[in-house]
């Protein structure tokens, strides 16, 4: 072999090789490049979002829509903690690389948010089974004669409803970025709504406080009438009259708090009938009235009574 032919072979050589190594070079940049791609939240942002409608579209007023909001809060983000799991993601919201992920963040700040709205709808399930406990004594405590001339007082839930309220508070919007915001609900109508079922809660316990006043006051007249003390009747069958003078704002009267409750309306169509019950027993202690012209009002007036008893039992209006 000549010189020239050995020349040639070795350049050859060389450009096989530099061929060779510059392909390994350019895999070896691209595996590079894929491996740092970041992680594709698309599904959990997808379920994220799902919620949020799912909330948006819910009336937050209306304590009976707590325990399925629970439920769904509760499996979105067991489903996305998984999903994050999966992809080694740790709650700081780095990436297996140990590198702060923008997507990662953003999907934990919405975890946080539903995490805080979790625990408010849990403080407001609890107030509504206390409520509802409150209800049940309340209307097993009326009486028709005049059986019990002691005022009763009820478990007492300002402190829950205080709590809530605290909790409520707690939603506040706070200034988030356009790719946080996207995975959360309205928050403005998520904390006016909350603010609402307070209230809710609230007219349903001042309702159950101003029945037993109600029904302490028609029992003092009753008893007071069986006396023949007809003036201090009169006064009690008043003050029945003027307790049982409430106004619901006709945007509450179909709450209740629970399946089992009264709503609102029910309350309100019961003190009509207990402002008529008075009215007809007030009647009744007018002068110059025959023993039998007043128990017939009195008789008029514990017929409305069981007309609201029909409420309690059946939740129905009249």
């Known amino acids: 072999m000549s010189g020239d032919e050995d020349t040639d072979e070795i350049l050859l050589s060389r450009r096989n ?22 992680p594709d939240f698309s599904s959990e942002e997808s379920e994220l979002q799902n919620l949020a409608q799912t909330i948006d579209s819910t009336d937050l007023r209306d304590p009976q829509k707590n325990s399925m909001l629970q439920s769904s809060i509760a499996t ?18 780095k990436t297996p690389s140990s590198t702060p992920s923008v997507g990662a963040g953003n999907i934990n700040q919405a975890l946080d948010y539903y995490q805080e709205l979790q625990q408010t709808l849990d403080e407001g399930e609890s107030l509504s089974g206390k409520i509802e406990s409150r209800e049940i004594a309340t209307l097993n405590g009326e009486y028709f004669n ?14 829950s409803i205080s709590k809530f309220s605290k909790t409520v508070a707690t939603h506040t919007p706070s200034e988030q970025p356009p790719s946080t915001q ?17 209230t809710v809660y609230k007219k349903h316990a001042d309702m159950q406080e101003l029945f037993l006043k109600v029904i302490f006051s028609l029992n003092s007249g009753i ?7 007809f003036d201090s ?12 003078s409430v106004q619901i704002d006709d945007s509450l009267k179909d709450y209740r708090v629970t399946s089992y409750s009264l709503t609102l309306g029910n309350y309100s169509q ?3 009938l207990y402002r008529q019950a008075a009215g007809n027993m ?5 002068e110059g009235m025959s023993r039998e012209e007043r128990n017939q009002k009195i008789d008029l007036g514990i017929k409305k009574q069981f007309k609201a008893r029909d409420i309690f039992a059946d939740g129905v209006s009249f």
């Not at 005049?146 to 402190?159: A, D, F, I, Y």
């Not at 403005?188 to 609402?196: A, I, K, M, P, Y």
């Not at 008893?223 to 003390?229: G, Q």
């Open 17 to 38: 090789l530099f061929r060779l190594l510059g392909g390994t070079i350019v895999l070896g940049t691209l595996v590079s490049t894929i491996d740092e791609e970041p």
């Open 76 to 93: 979105t983000i067991e489903s996305v903690n998984n999903s994050l799991s999966e992809k080694e993601i740790d709650p700081t919201g």
């Open 146 to 159: 005049g059986q019990s001339n002691q005022e009763r007082h009820l478990p007492n839930v300002e402190s």
């Open 182 to 198: 996207k995975l959360l609900p309205d928050r403005d109508r998520v904390s006016s709504r909350l603010s609402r079922q307070r």
């Open 223 to 229: 008893d007071a009438f069986e006396h023949s003390s």
């Open 233 to 244: 009747a009169g006064r009690s069958f008043q003050r029945a009259n003027n307790k049982a």
């Open 270 to 272: 019961i003190f009509k």
């Open 282 to 286: 007030a009647a009744a202690c007018a």
